[in-house]
């Protein structure tokens, strides 16, 4: 198993930047597929972003293509979001996960995500 712990959310004005982190500890971090997802109130959860466990290999959804930046160190057992320019519609709880994969496949539906952190606030005033 892996144990994942978001945290660097916060309250930030439209066309600010965030930098969430995402810890691990447990099983040998590098061995998996991560990604980022969020969710809004009222609405379902949406993918985010997500990298593949090697090769780098990543993946936006269209609205955040350009502003954000998903990353891993696996020396760290960390996964990163940079999120620029944001905008009030970016307000959600972000969640990061983590899944089994093989080493150049990037996981973007939820279902196929073993682990979950508990999430972190992002709210973006305007």
């Known amino acids: 198993q892996v144990q994942l712990v978001e945290s660097g959310g916060g309250l930030v004005q439209a066309g600010g930047s965030l930098r969430l982190s995402c810890a691990a500890s447990g099983r040998t971090f590098s061995s998996y597929a991560m990604g980022w997802f969020r969710q809004a109130p009222g609405k379902e959860r949406e993918f985010v972003a997500a990298i593949s466990r090697g090769f780098s290999r990543t993946d936006y959804v269209d609205s955040v293509k350009g502003r954000f930046t998903i990353s891993r160190d696996n020396a760290k057992n960390s996964a990163y979001l940079q999120m620029n320019s944001l905008k009030p519609e970016d307000t959600a709880v972000y969640y990061c996960?983590?899944?089994?994969?093989?080493?150049?496949?990037?996981?973007?539906?939820?279902?196929?995500?073993?682990?979950w952190g508990q999430g972190t606030q992002v709210t973006v005033s305007s």
């Open positions: 996960a983590a899944a089994i994969a093989g080493g150049g496949v990037v996981v973007i539906t939820d279902k196929n995500y073993s682990y």
